[in-house]
């Protein structure tokens, strides 16, 4: 069963805090489909009058805050060996080289790494607990973090829901064409996303130093 079609089944409620803790618990350092969850939701809303699209990105930023603030919490008490430990339990997301590359990111960008790591999924588990672990002035995680959460969090939920509204629209008068329109703005988002990935990931990467010439 799709997300989308399981999302039917329950209550409103029940989303808002299926939302709010599944990306809550992503933001922690928890590796979860929090997006995926997130942008099921928003379409279920825009079809479905039960769920309120301001309560649901409300849900979703105050999860992304929290998490986040409670991910810097665990790493800056738990430090390096706590990288270690997840590395164990989810060496897929945790493996070194991701360590590696996020800590780099951090290292480069500062509080900015927190802001937009919010909108690459490897950054957004590794947020919380990294900025943490590196010892981040709280009060720079704590604005990024706020400013990132409502961005991505807010921002996801109104485009998606608008998206999903015209759509619909599309679909029931020009079936095929709303089809193909859907299908192309979700390869697109899909491409933009992980191209940033790409990106952050690329420009993470040391710079060579050249080896000294002998006289």
């Known amino acids: 069963m799709h997300v989308q079609e399981w999302l039917e089944t329950v209550p409103a409620v029940a989303v808002y805090a299926l939302v709010g803790i599944v990306i809550g618990l992503e933001s922690l350092g928890i590796p979860l489909p ?42 800056r008490k738990g430090g390096r060996p706590l990288l270690a430990w997840l590395g164990g339990k989810f060496p897929r997301h945790f493996s070194e080289a991701h360590i ?26 590794f947020a919380g607990p990294l900025a943490g672990v590196l010892r981040m002035p709280y009060w720079k995680f704590l604005t990024a973090n706020v400013l990132g959460g409502i961005l991505w969090a807010g921002g996801t939920t ?58």
């Not at 409300?58 to 665990?74: F, H, M, Q, V």
């Open 34 to 75: 929090g997006e995926i969850i997130l942008v099921s939701s928003a379409l279920l809303a825009s079809q479905h009058g039960d769920i309120d699209p301001v309560v649901l990105g409300a849900c979703a930023t105050a999860g992304a805050i929290i998490g986040d603030s409670i991910g810097y919490a665990i790493g």
């Open 100 to 125: 590696a590359t996020a800590e780099r990111s951090f290292q480069k960008w500062g509080m900015w790494a927190v802001f937009f790591g919010r909108f690459v999924a490897l950054l957004r588990i």
């Open 158 to 215: 109104a485009v998606i829901y608008y998206v999903g509204i015209v759509a619909e629209s599309w679909l029931k008068r020009f079936s095929w064409l709303g089809l193909v329109a859907a299908v192309l703005i979700g390869v697109t988002s899909m491409l933009v996303l992980k191209r940033k990935a790409n990106n952050t990931a690329s420009a993470a990467e040391p710079t060579p130093t050249p080896a000294p010439v002998g006289d």
